[in-house]
């Protein structure tokens, strides 16, 4: 009989910035991830006024796509977009939401396809066996 009084840890039970920051860091192990030689001169998005200044960028946001789609299943490029994206601050007028630039998200996800972490679906793509596995553990080590 199970014991009752422990409690399985999820991914949704963990701290999301805690579980991001040691996933980034499992995926600078894996050779078929790797920054492209542009992303210091891009911006994310239309919405922001500056290039990219973070220096792991492109780890935190591969393992902050790992998460959403953990979260929500199967998730597309459009999707992503909304949810990575930011409001442009207007003087004159009212602010108004700007999708981030799909570039950047399109060619994490083929990166994570093929270390095994993701496969496209239909209509859209969806975390795999592998990928659940990984975050998994490493919410279990941010956990305990």
């Known amino acids: 009989m199970a014991d009752r009084g422990v409690l399985h840890v999820s991914v949704i039970n963990v701290d999301s910035h805690k579980l ?3 996933l980034s860091e499992e995926l600078k192990k894996e050779s078929e991830i790797k920054p492209p030689e542009w ?3 891009v911006k994310s998005g239309s919405h922001n006024e500056r ?3 973070e220096k792991d960028f492109w780890y935190k946001r591969c393992a902050s796509l790992m998460f959403n789609s953990y979260k929500r299943g199967n998730v597309g490029v459009r999707r992503l977009r909304r949810k990575y994206g930011g409001r442009v601050q207007h003087v004159v007028h009212r602010s108004h939401h700007r999708p981030a630039g799909g570039k950047i998200i399109r060619l994490a996800l083929q990166q994570l396809e093929k270390a095994g972490l993701f496969e496209k679906q239909k209509t859209g793509r969806i975390i795999t066996s592998k ?14």
């Open 131 to 144: 990928g659940r596995k990984l975050m998994d553990e490493i919410s279990k080590k941010v956990e305990g």
């Open 51 to 53: 290039p990219i200044e």
């Open 39 to 41: 992303i210091s001169y």
């Open 20 to 22: 991001i920051a040691a």
